[in-house]
């Protein structure tokens, strides 16, 4: 079973931030939580991890709480490409994909 | 640098034929993985390979097998197919795996579409 809650949908306008958020009240200490997203028809890319702090690269931050139940994934500026499905996941033996959040990007 | 690739990106079987999808990576990582999508779902790990030689099940193994062949590819045979393995099969690949390993992110093929009559 997957081990983390998100929303099933989220809509977000283009330009504002989308923060996506997801809960994993289960998490041991030192379980990583990974962020990925599917684009229709494509196979998952990866967006993010992290153990503890908050971590930034290039296509997104995450933010984990300080008791690590939950986690929020932002995407500063959402534009139409970002329209996919993100998935949370928090690392087990093996990655297991739950259903993920759909967001969609308004014009 | 090509990724991960897969072939065929998609096939048309009967009940009851077999078949072979393959999988094959150039980034010299350590782990593979083969998953299905069935529609409106997450993905669902079939079987994953921790290092060459390696082969376990995942959530879904019952109907299929496996061959890591190599260190870049790794197989996914279907011996008798089934309408219920109707899917998208993904294969995956990963730095490193398995049980007390820290999981590196995976870098995804662009998938093989089955359907089954």
């Known amino acids: 079973d997957a081990k983390t809650t998100q929303p099933p949908s989220m809509d977000c306008a283009e330009g504002r931030a989308a923060n996506l958020p997801c809960n994993h009240s289960t998490i041991s200490g030192n379980e990583y939580v990974y962020w990925y997203r599917q684009i229709h028809s494509q196979g998952p890319q990866y967006i993010i991890h992290?153990?503890?702090n908050n971590e930034t690269n290039e296509m997104a931050s995450l933010i984990i709480t300080e008791d690590r139940k939950s986690s929020t994934l932002i995407l500063p500026h959402a534009t139409l490409r970002d329209t996919a499905v993100y998935y949370c996941?928090?690392?087990?033996?093996?990655?297991?994909f739950g259903k993920g959040t759909r967001l969609h990007i308004l014009p | 640098n090509a990724g991960v690739t897969q072939t065929p990106k998609f096939q048309v079987l009967k009940t009851g034929q077999s078949m072979t999808l393959q999988c094959a990576q150039d980034m010299n990582h350590n782990s593979m993985y083969w998953y299905r999508q069935d529609p409106g779902m997450g993905l669902r790990l079939i079987y994953y390979s921790a290092s060459e030689g390696t082969t376990d099940k995942g959530e879904v193994p019952n109907g299929y097998n496996v061959s890591r062949l190599n260190k870049r590819e790794f197989s996914l045979r279907l011996e008798s197919a089934a309408p219920s393995q109707t899917s998208v099969y993904f294969c995956a690949s990963s730095e490193l795996a398995g049980p007390g390993s820290f999981i590196y992110e995976q870098y995804f093929g662009p998938g093989t579409r089955l359907t089954v009559t």
């Open positions: 992290g153990l503890k």
């Open positions: 996941i928090v690392r087990d033996d093996k990655i297991i």
